[in-house]
């Protein structure tokens, strides 16, 4: 392993000695991971005094020493990686272990799939290739810039044109007390094809201190549809910001959905440009905190063009002394005429000391449109307490069943059958812990 320590000038210095240590595995990616220092050597660590970071430090994660790991090897079982990856419902299956592809650990979709995963450094050779292009068309923040100067594994999913994928393509990330990881995933989905692709993150010890900078870019081409899940369980001690980058082109469908159940800091941004008539695309997201824990969600909607339609659902139970935010933006520019664009988000606090704060925010220069934004922040509602109570329902359970009617419709969105089930099982394993905070 290679120890690295952040100074006051938090991963640069890391950055070169990671260029130093590990050649990259083509020019082309020596490139980028250039680039990417270069770039994040001018912006830096994002702070609160940058309004996208108001409600989030990332000081945790700078005063922390990091190791980076050489490989994936031994960090986790093949028993528990099937354990985790829902079991034999995941057919296609690539695990990362510590940030590293772990092949002997992994299933990759066969030929005449409809869909190629290739590793990163394969999809990379070839400069001019369809993963180069992708990689080359981000517009990279800070942490975007991070991951590139990091740039150590990944795959690329590339998704035939008019295949129908029907097993979903689970990534299962697992982090390594003590080490950092900066996964990249480009996803290419071909014009009429059709995929899901499930994103799990995972910690090897429940108070294993982890610190994963994932990002994940895709591009959904002419009347493709497209599903992404992001499933946060990480322990106690991870600190977790994820970025989703997604471009749109005509006709194109794009669900994507972020439910986050563990994490000491977890920032997921989810960014979306409308880039061709007819688009659409639906954001849900669910956020689960106790204790100390803070999520902070992000989305950014862009419609660049006219005749499209964009839809969001973000729901919080926040418990303990936790805290959230959101922060939703939808720009519709002047030539977007006839746009759709709905953003909700409804926070239910379970005790006197968990906080959220939300920000809406609709950036509208067109002046035929249909835009809605709403807000809403409560507590339980008593009356809903005594009415179960009353019938013998002891009040854990009341308010655990109350709990879990605000949050599972996001759930029931899911198509997957068993991913979906697994969801539920997951959310209702929450629940005894927040009954025990209310009080």
């Given at each position: 392993?290679?120890?690295?320590?952040?100074?006051?000038?938090?991963?640069?210095?890391?950055?070169?000695?990671?260029?130093?240590?590990?050649?990259?595995?083509?020019?082309?990616?020596?490139?980028?991971?250039?680039?990417?220092?270069?770039?994040?050597?001018?912006?830096?660590?994002?702070?609160?005094r940058?309004?996208?970071?108001?409600?989030?430090?990332?000081?945790?994660?700078?005063?922390?020493?990091?190791?980076?790991?050489?490989?994936g090897?031994?960090?986790?079982?093949?028993?528990?990686?099937?354990?985790?990856?829902?079991?034999?419902?995941?057919?296609?299956?690539?695990?990362?272990?510590?940030?590293w592809?772990?092949?002997?650990?992994?299933?990759?979709?066969?030929?005449?799939?409809?869909?190629?995963?290739?590793?990163?450094?394969?999809?990379?050779?070839?400069?001019?290739?369809?993963?180069?292009?992708?990689?080359?068309?981000?517009?990279?923040?800070?942490?975007?810039?991070?991951?590139?100067?990091?740039?150590?594994?990944?795959?690329?999913?590339?998704?035939?044109?008019?295949?129908?994928?029907a097993?979903?393509?689970?990534?299962?990330?697992?982090?390594?007390?003590?080490?950092?990881?900066?996964?990249?995933?480009?996803?290419?989905?071909?014009?009429?094809?059709?995929?899901?692709?499930?994103?799990?993150?995972?910690?090897?010890?429940?108070?294993?201190?982890?610190?994963?900078?994932?990002?994940?870019?895709?591009?959904?081409?002419?009347?493709?549809a497209?599903?992404?899940?992001?499933i946060?369980?990480?322990?106690?001690?991870?600190?977790?910001?994820?970025?989703?980058?997604?471009?749109?082109?005509?006709?194109?469908?794009?669900?994507?959905?972020?439910?986050?159940?563990?994490?000491?800091?977890?920032?997921?941004?989810?960014?979306?440009?409308?880039?061709?008539?007819?688009?659409?695309?639906?954001?849900?997201?669910?956020?689960?905190?106790?204790?100390?824990?803070?999520?902070?969600?992000?989305?950014?909607v862009v419609?660049?063009?006219?005749?499209?339609?964009?839809?969001?659902?973000?729901?919080g139970?926040?418990?303990?002394?936790?805290?959230?935010?959101?922060?939703g933006?939808?720009?519709?520019?002047?030539?977007?005429?006839?746009t759709?664009?709905?953003?909700?988000?409804?926070?239910?606090?379970?005790?006197?000391?968990?906080?959220?704060n939300?920000?809406?925010q609709?950036e509208?220069?067109?002046?035929?449109?249909?835009?809605?934004?709403?807000?809403?922040v409560?507590?339980?509602?008593?009356?809903?307490?005594?009415?179960?109570?009353?019938?013998?329902?002891?009040?854990?359970?009341?308010?655990?069943?109350?709990?879990?009617?605000?949050?599972?419709?996001?759930?029931?969105?899911?198509?997957a059958?068993?991913?979906?089930?697994?969801?539920?099982?997951?959310?209702?394993?929450?629940?005894?812990?927040?009954?025990?905070?209310?009080?």
């Amino acid at each position: 392993m290679t120890t690295v320590t952040t100074t006051n000038v938090p991963f640069l210095a890391e950055a070169e000695q990671f260029a130093a240590a590990r050649p990259a595995p083509s020019p082309f990616a020596a490139e980028v991971r250039e680039a990417g220092r270069r770039r994040f050597a001018d912006l830096g660590v994002p702070t609160p005094r940058q309004e996208d970071w108001k409600y989030t430090s990332l000081l945790p994660v700078t005063r922390e020493t990091w190791t980076l790991r050489d490989g994936g090897a031994g960090l986790i079982s093949a028993a528990e990686a099937d354990r985790l990856s829902f079991g034999a419902w995941a057919k296609y299956r690539i695990v990362f272990a510590g940030g590293w592809v772990e092949p002997s650990l992994s299933t990759f979709p066969p030929a005449g799939a409809g869909v190629r995963v290739m590793p990163l450094a394969e999809a990379l050779a070839d400069a001019s290739g369809p993963a180069a292009r992708l990689l080359q068309e981000a517009e990279e923040n800070a942490l975007g810039a991070l991951n590139e100067a990091f740039l150590q594994d990944g795959v690329f999913i590339d998704i035939a044109a008019d295949a129908d994928v029907a097993e979903p393509i689970v990534l299962l990330h697992v982090g390594a007390d003590r080490a950092m990881a900066h996964p990249r995933i480009l996803v290419s989905a071909g014009r009429g094809s059709r995929a899901t692709i499930v994103e799990h993150f995972v910690s090897t010890a429940p108070g294993a201190v982890t610190f994963t900078n994932a990002v994940t870019d895709v591009r959904v081409g002419e009347n493709a549809a497209l599903t992404h899940v992001r499933i946060q369980r990480e322990g106690a001690g991870a600190h977790q910001v994820s970025q989703l980058r997604v471009h749109q082109e005509r006709d194109s469908r794009f669900r994507g959905g972020v439910y986050t159940l563990g994490g000491r800091l977890v920032r997921n941004d989810a960014m979306i440009r409308l880039a061709g008539e007819g688009a659409e695309c639906w954001l849900d997201g669910l956020y689960l905190t106790a204790g100390e824990q803070h999520v902070d969600n992000h989305t950014t909607v862009v419609h660049a063009v006219p005749n499209c339609q964009s839809h969001e659902l973000y729901k919080g139970v926040l418990a303990g002394k936790s805290t959230g935010v959101f922060n939703g933006r939808v720009l519709v520019p002047q030539d977007a005429q006839k746009t759709n664009a709905e953003q909700e988000n409804h926070n239910l606090l379970l005790s006197r000391d968990a906080t959220i704060n939300a920000k809406p925010q609709l950036e509208i220069y067109a002046d035929d449109v249909k835009c809605s934004h709403g807000t809403t922040v409560g507590q339980l509602d008593e009356t809903a307490v005594f009415y179960l109570r009353s019938r013998g329902v002891s009040e854990a359970a009341a308010r655990g069943l109350l709990t879990y009617a605000f949050a599972v419709d996001l759930i029931e969105r899911i198509e997957a059958e068993p991913l979906r089930a697994g969801l539920e099982e997951l959310v209702r394993g929450w629940l005894p812990s927040t009954g025990e905070s209310q009080t």
